[in-house]
T-cell receptor, first 117, second 114 residues
Framework: GAVVSQHPSRVICKSGTSVKIECRSL??????MFWYRQFPKKSLMLMAT?????????EQGVEKDKFLINHASLTLSTLTVTSAHPEDSSFYIC?????????????FGPGTRLTVL | DAKTTQPTSMDCAEGRAANLPCNHS???????VYWYRQIHSQGPQYIIH???NNETNEMASLIITEDRKSSTLILPHATLRDTAVYYC???????????????FGKGTLLTVNP
């Protein structure tokens, strides 16, 4: 149980284009999902918290108009990187909190490697 | 959430127990200790968490000192596949809002050698 998937696993795009990344909880409902970014040899940095049916909460320094988050259902959240530039190249990871677990454990997706040329 | 301190790296022989320490001297009474690990180029994997009692599951054991200022994650029989960065994270109990956030530090790179 507690499986989180991400799609795509890897994407290469041209500068100026937009890229959408999907995060799905496969066998549980997730009222809250989180989006992280990880640069090479660095730790995960939380970008935003996504709550089903409401607006995402962004961390300080993260541009909400550039990183659009939609959490339309209890099993799906999407992150759209708009007008991507080479400095947006990174490893994007989502996690989901199982609403059925009181402890609040987060389960992570396998990550999406974004390369912007 | 309280800050944690972990060694940058550790080595362990395959088949031996790996003991990963974590200091969290500023932990408060309602904060939990969580452990995750990240194998290269993958998402983090939940390992175990605890409040004050020692915990054990199929992956590992978590030993928390009586004063809760430090803890040790124990992998009883390390394998090559346990080579990963291990993160010790302290987080408060959920009370609404953003309390489920996890703040990742630099973690400990555990290398299991054959």
């Amino acid at each position: 149980g507690a499986v989180v998937s991400q799609h795509p696993s890897r994407v290469i795009c041209k500068s100026g284009t937009s890229v959408k990344i999907e995060c799905r909880s496969l066998d549980f409902q997730a009222t809250t999902m989180f989006w992280y970014r990880q640069f090479p040899k660095k730790s995960l940095m939380l970008m935003a918290t996504s709550n089903e049916g409401s607006k995402a909460t962004y961390e300080q320094g993260v541009e909400k108009d550039k990183f659009l988050i939609n959490h339309a259902s209890l099993t799906l959240s999407t992150l759209t990187v708009t007008s991507a530039h080479p400095e947006d190249s990174s490893f994007y990871i989502c996690s989901a909190r199982d609403r059925g677990l009181a402890g609040g454990e987060q389960f992570f997706g396998p990550g999406t490697r974004l390369t912007v040329l | 959430d309280a800050k944690t301190t972990q060694p940058t790296s550790m080595d362990c022989a395959e088949g031996r127990a790996a003991n990963l320490p974590c200091n969290h001297s500023t932990i408060s009474g309602n904060e939990y200790v969580y452990w995750y690990r990240q194998i290269h180029s993958q998402g983090p994997q939940y390992i175990i968490h605890g409040l004050k009692n020692n915990e054990t599951n199929e992956m590992a054991s978590l030993i928390i000192t009586e004063d809760r200022k430090s803890s040790t994650l124990i992998l009883p029989h390390a394998t090559l596949r346990d080579t990963a960065v291990y993160y010790c994270i302290v987080r408060g109990a959920y009370s609404g809002g953003s309390n489920y956030k996890l703040t990742f530090g630099k973690g400990t790179l555990l290398t299991v050698n054959p």
